[in-house]
């Protein structure tokens, strides 16, 4: 029997990941999406003929149920969030509405509707924030940071809530940092790997970041969304780490990222005070010994693939932006 899957978040990196694996596994995939006056599809262009789109929202706990009526999907897979640090201090309300009460408001609708489908819930690293202890497992306790922490933190917890009074099939995958050629510009992997592409074709000089001693586990998401599924398929329900037990240094990132394209790091890049966080996260690093022990899962892209796959992707569409048909990003 074919599996039908309803993705939030399905236009964004995690999402268009996840749509193309799920596809792969032969489900029928529905991806939930906002309506706005500016729609964003460039993620999922190279299978948007392969999902069905439903407009729906968060904010919205009709939308939701509504949906789920409709579709009767076997799998949900909650992606979607405001998941920019930095904003959730510019808009900590909205981030709280989307990150926190948006999780509450999927799962009341799964209840009401069919409380047999199987719930994902996006955690986040950031939850840990000011680490009690190194690496961080599913049992160390949280220290958010910023206000995108504290929504992820109540998302989590109102997911183990709901599984153990209502004894629903929820997950949540505390996902460290994962990166890729999708990922936003505004994310500091993305932002250096895009800028390094620009200087070396030429367009800028410079590149401005904050705090380049802040360490952070970084992986590939592409692998991390294969982890997601997998929760689903387990006997049980719990919540698992997904990480590559690594951790490095922005610094790093951009030694890498500007060795890549044969340039001199310290030649280009600029410390500018205004990308400093009002709270700094300084150490993430996760042991995902649990996930590896349970599911099976292991991450396959190291980071030093990672840093070269963003800057050679990023290198080619900065190079077809100077030529007058700009590239699909990757």
Known sequence: MTKTALITGVTGQDGSYLAEFLLGKGYRVIGMVRRTSLEKFDRIEHIQDQIELVNGDLLDQLSLISILQEY??????????????????????????????GVTRM?????????????????????????REVPQTEATPFYPRSPYGVAKVYG???????????????????????????????FVPRKVSYGVARIKHGLDTELRLGNLDAQR?????????????????????????????ETHSVREL??????????DWREHVI????????????????????????LGWEPTTNFRELVHMMVDADLDLVASQKSPNLARIP
């Not at 909650?78 to 998941?83: D, E, G």
Request: with cysteine; net charge negative; proline share 4%.
């Open 254 to 263: 951009v030694e890498l990222a500007f060795e890549r394209a044969g340039l």
């Open 72 to 101: 009767r999907p076997d799998e949900v897979y909650n992606l979607a969030a405001q998941s920019f640090v930095p904003t959730s201090w510019n808009q900590p309300v909205l981030t709280g509405e989307f990150t926190a009460l």
């Open 107 to 131: 799962l009341e609708a799964i209840r009401l509707v069919d409380p047999k489908i199987r719930f994902y819930q996006a955690s986040s690293s950031e939850m840990f924030g000011k680490v």
């Open 271 to 294: 410390i500018d005070s205004r990308f400093l966080r009002a709270a700094e996260v300084d150490l993430l690093v996760g042991d995902y010994s649990k996930t590896r022990r349970d």
């Open 156 to 186: 989590h917890y109102i997911t183990v809530n709901y599984r153990e009074s209502y004894d629903l099939f929820a997950c949540s995958g505390i996902l460290f940092n994962h990166e890729s050629p999708r990922r936003g510009l505004e």
């Open 217 to 245: 586990d970084w992986g590939f998401a592409g692998d991390y969304v294969k982890a997601m599924w997998m929760m689903l398929q387990a006997d049980g329900p719990d919540d698992y780490v997904v990480a590559t037990g």
